[in-house]
């Protein structure tokens, strides 16, 4: 069914469609507050031009943007907080240009992800991007930055940050004009550090941008994927077959969620055996072919595929919990953590807190009776995905490569409410870890 789809359009870097120049200037005035992601997964918030105090020079500013070398600042620029499409394109962009920076001749630069945001937070507002800092000061950096912008002005932009002998750290933009080549636009504004905000400034966007609350939400998001992702028109065929609202039989129904290798499918295999139930996957069988596709996407792309899949999933559910318990291998859990834990940069502090109303279940998605969480400790499960050799997903990936990565999704499971999580130790023996398991069930469900 996949190969009848036209090929996908390739993504050009310097062009974001949208407003014509003059109007997009005006939209989208420069934020006046960073967050830089340091080694370690720490966060530094600094205030630029008008928003930063009349302060002393702050050595530790200095330290992160100024000499040796010389650093600079590509953010991408969103349109209307609202416009899903827009938020689609600059999330691609985003993509893009990560991949040209690790590129040469900027490979040999340091990469550190960075955040643009107003100091009054809020949904809409966040811009995300790049620092790219350059030990060797080169010339021949910039010159690479301007070639690979190009010449649209909707394109990612760019700031440079300059220090000075009393340890003072400036910022001016560059902007790419008319027939005059790139120069340097307005004042320099000064940087200094800024308090942490109480909430990460992504926080508030998560709902539009891969923890969708509805179907709706993710379905604008696939919408807007059509013209260059044509798979996107027939998972949206699918999910329009599915009636809604849908309603759970009068037999229980186990989701069971857990991070890769932590043994998902036999305890999910044996249990749906065990009660004589009816095994299910999110997502199901009949997108799973596009998988690959979508997991080369952007979140925003990303999640919304696997939220709708969470959809077509639950339209089987109300289906098979009418004849027979039903065991869900994930479900939206599953979904929204690795959202979560993607999106919000930083460490395990970082993350929204406990009771946020992102951890809350989707209105119009059916809910289970009970999620069991599987947890086996970091050593068991590198000693089990070593014994696989089985393909990995760039997250799952990303697990194994940055353990505070791997801390911020359990955690995020964890924070789950309504339902929550029960929490299951999956490190002794397949018989013992099943009956666990059932124990659970038979007390919860009963």
């Given at each position: 069914?996949?190969?009848?789809?036209?090929?996908?359009?390739?993504?050009?870097?310097?062009?974001?469609?949208?407003?014509?120049?003059?109007?997009?200037?005006?939209?989208?005035?420069?934020?006046?507050?960073?967050?830089?992601?340091?080694?370690?997964?720490?966060?530094?918030?600094?205030?630029?031009?008008?928003?930063?105090?009349?302060?002393?020079?702050?050595?530790?500013?200095?330290?992160?943007?100024?000499?040796?070398?010389?650093?600079?600042?590509?953010?991408?620029?969103?349109?209307?907080?609202?416009?899903?499409?827009?938020?689609?394109?600059?999330?691609?962009?985003?993509?893009?240009?990560?991949?040209?920076?690790?590129?040469?001749?900027?490979?040999?630069?340091?990469?550190?992800?960075?955040?643009?945001?107003?100091?009054?937070?809020?949904?809409?507002?966040?811009?995300?991007?790049?620092?790219?800092?350059?030990?060797?000061?080169?010339?021949?950096?910039?010159?690479?930055?301007?070639?690979?912008?190009?010449?649209?002005?909707?394109?990612?932009?760019?700031?440079?940050?300059?220090?000075?002998?009393?340890?003072?750290?400036?910022?001016?933009?560059?902007?790419?004009?008319?027939?005059?080549?790139?120069?340097?636009?307005?004042?320099?504004?000064?940087?200094?550090?800024?308090?942490?905000?109480?909430?990460?400034?992504?926080?508030?966007?998560?709902?539009?941008?891969?923890?969708?609350?509805?179907?709706?939400?993710?379905?604008?998001?696939?919408?807007?994927?059509?013209?260059?992702?044509?798979?996107?028109?027939?998972?949206?065929?699918?999910?329009?077959?599915?009636?809604?609202?849908?309603?759970?039989?009068?037999?229980?129904?186990?989701?069971?969620?857990?991070?890769?290798?932590?043994?998902?499918?036999?305890?999910?295999?044996?249990?749906?055996?065990?009660?004589?139930?009816?095994?299910?996957?999110?997502?199901?069988?009949?997108?799973?072919?596009?998988?690959?596709?979508?997991?080369?996407?952007?979140?925003?792309?990303?999640?919304?595929?696997?939220?709708?899949?969470?959809?077509?999933?639950?339209?089987?559910?109300?289906?098979?919990?009418?004849?027979?318990?039903?065991?869900?291998?994930?479900?939206?859990?599953?979904?929204?953590?690795?959202?979560?834990?993607?999106?919000?940069?930083?460490?395990?502090?970082?993350?929204?807190?406990?009771?946020?109303?992102i951890y809350q279940w989707p209105r119009d998605?059916l809910k289970p009776d009970l999620v069991l969480?599987?947890?086996?400790?970091?050593?068991?499960?590198?000693?089990?995905?070593?014994?696989?050799?089985?393909?990995?997903?760039?997250?799952?990936?990303?697990?194994?490569?940055?353990?505070?990565?791997?801390?911020?999704?359990?955690?995020?499971?964890?924070?789950?409410?309504?339902?929550?999580?029960?929490?299951?130790?999956?490190?002794?023996?397949?018989?013992?870890?099943?009956?666990?398991?059932?124990?659970?069930?038979?007390?919860?469900?009963?």
């Open positions: 069914m996949a190969s009848a789809l036209r090929p996908r359009s390739p993504l050009s870097l310097g062009r974001l469609p949208g407003p014509r120049r003059r109007a997009c200037a005006r939209a989208m005035a420069p934020p006046r507050r960073l967050a830089l992601e340091l080694p370690g997964c720490a966060l530094a918030h600094l205030a630029v031009g008008g928003d930063a105090p009349d302060a002393l020079p702050d050595p530790r500013v200095a330290a992160l943007l100024g000499p040796p070398g010389r650093s600079y600042s590509l953010c991408v620029p969103l349109a209307s907080a609202g416009d899903c499409a827009a938020r689609v394109r600059a999330a691609r962009l985003h993509q893009r240009l990560l991949h040209q920076l690790r590129r040469d001749p900027l490979r040999r630069c340091q990469l550190r992800r960075l955040l643009c945001y107003g100091p009054g937070g809020g949904a809409g507002g966040v811009e995300h991007g790049f620092l790219l800092h350059d030990p060797g000061d080169s010339p021949d950096t910039r010159r690479a930055l301007f070639s690979l912008l190009g010449e649209s002005p909707e394109g990612p932009r760019l700031g440079e940050f300059v220090g000075d002998a009393q340890q003072q750290v400036w910022q001016h933009l560059w902007e790419l004009r008319d027939g005059a080549g790139w120069e340097q636009v307005g004042p320099r504004q000064r940087v200094v550090a800024a308090p942490e905000p109480a909430l990460h400034p992504v926080v508030p966007d998560l709902p539009s941008s891969g923890v969708f609350p509805h179907r709706e939400a993710a379905r604008a998001v696939l919408e807007a994927c059509i013209p260059f992702i044509p798979e996107a028109r027939a998972v949206l065929d699918l999910v329009d077959q599915c009636l809604e609202p849908v309603q759970k039989g009068k037999f229980p129904v186990i989701a069971i969620e857990g991070l890769d290798a932590t043994g998902k499918t036999t305890v999910t295999q044996s249990v749906s055996d065990s009660l004589k139930a009816v095994l299910l996957k999110s997502p199901p069988a009949c997108i799973s072919q596009w998988r690959k596709i979508f997991d080369d996407e952007p979140t925003i792309i990303r999640r919304a595929f696997y939220s709708l899949g969470n959809y077509i999933v639950a339209s089987e559910i109300a289906k098979e919990s009418a004849r027979s318990p039903v065991i869900v291998d994930r479900y939206w859990h599953s979904t929204a953590t690795y959202a979560i834990a993607t999106e919000v940069t930083g460490g395990l502090q970082h993350l929204p807190p406990a009771h946020h109303p998605l969480l599987l947890t086996v400790s970091p050593e068991e499960r590198m000693h089990r995905i070593e014994g696989r050799g089985m393909e990995r997903t760039r997250e799952e990936a990303e697990l194994e490569a940055n353990s505070i990565f791997r801390q911020k999704v359990e955690v995020s499971y964890q924070r789950m409410e309504n339902p929550g999580c029960h929490v299951v130790d999956a490190s002794p023996s397949r018989e013992k870890v099943l009956q666990t398991v059932l124990s659970i069930i038979q007390n919860n469900c009963n």
